[in-house]
């Protein structure tokens, strides 16, 4: 979901493993020549914008040794499933208020999607995440790992999401990864 860390956690897993690290938003961005995700959205359309991110993944998928931080919205193609299938799909599960307040806290100008011009920035964005994710909710689902900050939180004895930082978070997801390539070497065995 928009919010939930890909790009920050993407980052720090790139650096860990020695990978070249991609943002299909930041491409889209290049190759369109417009320099927002929200810009695009306004001069174009959300369609149009989908149209380059599914392209901008199909060109990644040929790609090896690389960390991809989607955009939220990138699972809702089907083809793009076929495109990240590449690779090891990561879902980064975050708890909608946390995402909320995290949006809250940066302006939702980035984020055409939840972007308003009035009301509590907390309580809009929280709306808005709601319904987007009750739409989006399987499709996460078909992600290899989920990565859940409830669960992280749980692990290390806290109550708060909001106290785990971007590198525990990454941890996470390197043993995930570990066990999925794990069981699937078991399988294949
Ligand atoms: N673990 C974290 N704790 C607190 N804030 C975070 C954490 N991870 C990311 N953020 C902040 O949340 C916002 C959204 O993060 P970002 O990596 O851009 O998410 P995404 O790419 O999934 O939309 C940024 O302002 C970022 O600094
Ligand atoms: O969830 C979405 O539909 C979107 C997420 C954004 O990326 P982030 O998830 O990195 O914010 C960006 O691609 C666009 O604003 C649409
Ligand atoms: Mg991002």
New binding site residues.
């Given amino acids: 979901m ?8 993407g980052k720090i897993i790139a650096e860990v493993l020695g990978y070249s690290f991609f943002d299909s938003d930041k491409l889209v961005e290049q190759s369109v020549g417009i320099p927002s995700v929200a810009e695009i959205f306004q001069v174009h359309s959300e369609a149009f914008f989908r149209d380059n991110e599914s392209e901008v993944l199909r060109d990644l998928s040929s790609m090896h040794r690389l960390i991809v ?1 989607t955009g ?1 919205g990138a699972v809702i193609r089907p083809i793009n499933w076929s495109y990240m299938r590449k690779g090891l799909t990561i879902w980064l599960d975050v708890p909608l208020d946390a995402l909320a307040r ?1 949006i809250a806290a ?1 302006g939702t100008a980035s984020r055409p999607l939840l972007h308003q011009e009035s009301g509590d920035p907390y309580a809009k964005a929280y709306a808005k995440l709601t319904a987007l994710f009750e739409q989006r909710m399987d499709s996460y689902a078909n992600a290899d790992a989920r990565v859940s900050l409830e669960n992280i939180a749980l692990k290390q004895g806290h109550n708060d999401v ?1 106290v ?3 590198s525990a ?1 990454a941890i996470e997801a390197l043993l995930k990864m570990e066990s999925f390539l794990t069981e699937k070497a078991m399988v294949r065995n």
């Fill in positions: 928009m919010g939930s860390g890909k790009t920050t956690v931080a939220g995290r940066v909001n785990l930082t971007p978070i």
